[in-house]
């Protein structure tokens, strides 16, 4: 029996440190990312812009009609990929730049959770969504407006799909994960911007030289973790770091 992992953005950063330890436990794991990795990688890649909802579609049901559902045990997806967007007050932000930030951190994981949802129900296996979150959920971060709200967002869209699976007789169980300060493309672009358009800048400069920030293998080991001894329970919004 296969035990699967669909995951966005596995390419690079905390999603290609899931993509890996998912697969070293014995996990068929399948990204979706914009780009492919050149070198050898050990994970089905499948290319596909998440700006795009019918290439998304398109890519979900692809991956799906290659799946058995006779022959799975375990079915996860990974709501993972994620951009942080212009940073700067929301007045100094073009109209395109604010929508393809709530396309990728939003549109995306909603489509492709609706279609997991929808292709999975001949599945009678254990079936998640992980929603990859971040505590910019729930604190405001001036010039984060895209970013914070996008992932508040994402944990409704956990409370209320838990809602509505929970009584199904083999329903999809979703949670979503704040994976704390990792080391990721997301942080860099953060501390390199300028002060006057993102006043917490120090903040995050503090967090890279006094050693803050996790490995994406630290937090994928974390979040493996976690899901296999079972606290993530249907509806959780939960922090790695208080677990």
């Not at 492709?112 to 969504?129: A, D, G, M, R, V």
Request: with cysteine; glycine share 6%; proline share 2%.
């Amino acid at each position: 029996m296969e035990k699967i992992v669909i995951i966005t953005g596995g390419s690079k950063g905390l999603g290609h440190g899931i993509a890996e330890e998912y697969h070293k436990n014995g996990y068929r794991v399948i990204s979706i990312a914009r780009t492919k990795l050149k070198k050898e990688y050990a994970v089905e890649q499948y290319q596909c812009d998440l700006s795009d909802s019918i290439q998304i579609e398109k890519t979900i049901k692809e991956i799906f009609s290659h799946l058995n559902s006779e022959n799975t045990s375990i079915l996860t997806l990974f709501n993972n990929a994620g951009n942080l967007g212009t940073v700067n007050t929301l007045e100094n932000i073009e109209p395109i730049d604010i929508s393809y930030t709530i396309q990728i951190n939003l549109t995306a994981p909603l489509i492709l959770s609706s279609q997991f949802i929808k292709l999975s129900k001949e599945f009678n296996c254990k079936k998640k969504i992980i929603n990859i979150s971040s505590g910019a959920a729930i604190n405001p971060y001036e010039s984060w407006t895209m970013y914070c709200a996008s992932k508040a967002g994402l944990d409704m869209m956990t409370k209320v799909i838990s809602k509505e699976q929970k009584e199904l007789k083999n329903g999809v169980k979703i949670v979503s994960v704040y994976p704390g300060i990792v080391d990721t493309d997301m942080q860099e672009l953060a501390r390199n911007t300028p002060k006057d358009n993102f006043k917490s800048v120090q903040r995050f400069i503090d967090f890279y030289e006094h050693g803050d920030l996790s490995t994406p293998k630290q937090v994928a080991e974390q979040i493996y973790q976690l899901d296999v001894s079972g606290e993530l329970k249907n509806g959780r919004i939960l922090d790695v770091r208080n677990v």
